[in-house]
Each structure stands twice: as C-alpha cells, then as structure tokens.
C-alpha cells in the first residue's frame, strides 16, 4: 500500500467541486478518492499519479 499522500489546503480560489474534493481527501488521506463527475469519476493530483502506475 502506498503511504498517505500529502493533501493541498482548501484554497477559496479553488472551484467548489476542488474545495469540496480537498475537504474529503483531508479526511481520508490515506485512501485514492475517486470523485464522481457527471457519469465518469475522477481522480486528481497525487491519488492519479499513484493509480495511474497502478494500472
């Protein structure tokens, strides 16, 4: 497993959907947070990097 990623502070010039994507890495540091947009889900910055050599 690999170790928690650090997450990046909430940032008001942040768009609502990465406050609130930034709100739930802080509380789940340690997990890949897949977050849902529209049909597809997404993942961002360092839980990508992580899952992209994953796959």
């Known amino acids: 497993m690999t170790p928690p990623t650090p997450s990046k502070p909430v940032a ?3 768009t609502p ?3 609130q994507y930034q709100r739930i890495k802080k509380q789940h ?3 890949i947070l897949f977050f849902r947009m529209g ?3 997404e993942m ?3 839980d990508a990097k992580v899952a992209s ?3």
């Open 17 to 19: 959907m990465m406050q």
């Open 39 to 41: 049909d597809f889900y």
């Open 12 to 14: 008001e010039d942040d």
């Open 44 to 46: 961002f910055n360092e």
């Open 53 to 55: 050599s994953l796959l």
């Open 29 to 31: 540091a340690d997990a």
